[in-house]
């Protein structure tokens, strides 16, 4: 059994805190994207430019700019940034509006949250073990990422956009109302990942 809808059932509308959430998080992503953007203009503009997030060999959005996986598409990643970081503003304003969408439009934007965490994640073990260089903007466009996926995944889940067992629904239901934790649990994890790969250069730091 389930607590799954049909598609064309109306969902009623997230809490405020959710939408407002959504607005301050789309708009930390989308200040991400459109930073990187401008550093990537600077960066075509003079190949020897120092830009505003080069700290230190390790961290350096200009080093990691230059690498394959900064264009997986064919252009700069922060592009898709730019389109993806406005879905959040757009759906946050739309809740504290009033509107309410069918089941179908959740789904459709739980899976678009999905696909970005999945992106970030890949980014993240490409710029932390392949690249070996963190990017600053790119750290604040995952820190907005993450809270997303778990505030969507988790309401989603506790309001039936999709399926999940009868028996999980209230764990759900209080999974939903407390997404912080899973936010830090998986921002924790993240932070001791990055300590551990790039231990033996955090002296750099400190030069």
């Known amino acids: 059994m389930s607590n799954l809808k049909t598609s064309d059932d109306l969902i009623d509308s997230p809490s405020r805190r959710f939408a407002i959430s959504s607005i301050l998080l789309g708009f930390l992503g989308l200040v991400a994207a459109f930073s990187l953007s401008v550093e990537k203009i600077h960066l ?45 503003i757009f759906v946050g304003f739309a809740i504290l509006a009033g509107a309410k969408f069918k089941i179908w439009f959740w789904r459709m934007y739980l899976v678009g949250i999905s696909m970005g965490l999945i992106f970030v994640l890949w980014l993240f073990t490409q710029s932390t073990f392949v690249i070996h260089v963190l990017c600053p903007y790119c750290i604040v466009a995952w820190l907005a990422m993450i809270p997303l996926f778990w505030r969507t995944f988790l309401w989603s889940a506790a309001e039936g956009v999709i399926d999940v067992p009868v028996k999980t629904v209230g764990f759900f239901v209080r999974a939903a109302d407390n997404a912080w934790m899973f936010t830090l649990g998986t921002e924790f994890l993240a932070a001791i990942t990055i300590i551990v790969a790039f231990w033996d250069t955090w002296y750099l730091l400190f030069r």
Do not use: E, Y
């Open 44 to 88: 075509l503009l003079n190949k020897d430019a120092v830009l505003s997030c080069d700290l230190n060999p390790f961290i350096s959005c200009g080093t990691v700019m230059q690498k394959a996986q900064a264009s997986l598409f064919g252009f700069p990643n922060s592009f898709v940034g730019l389109m993806a970081f406005t879905a959040p």
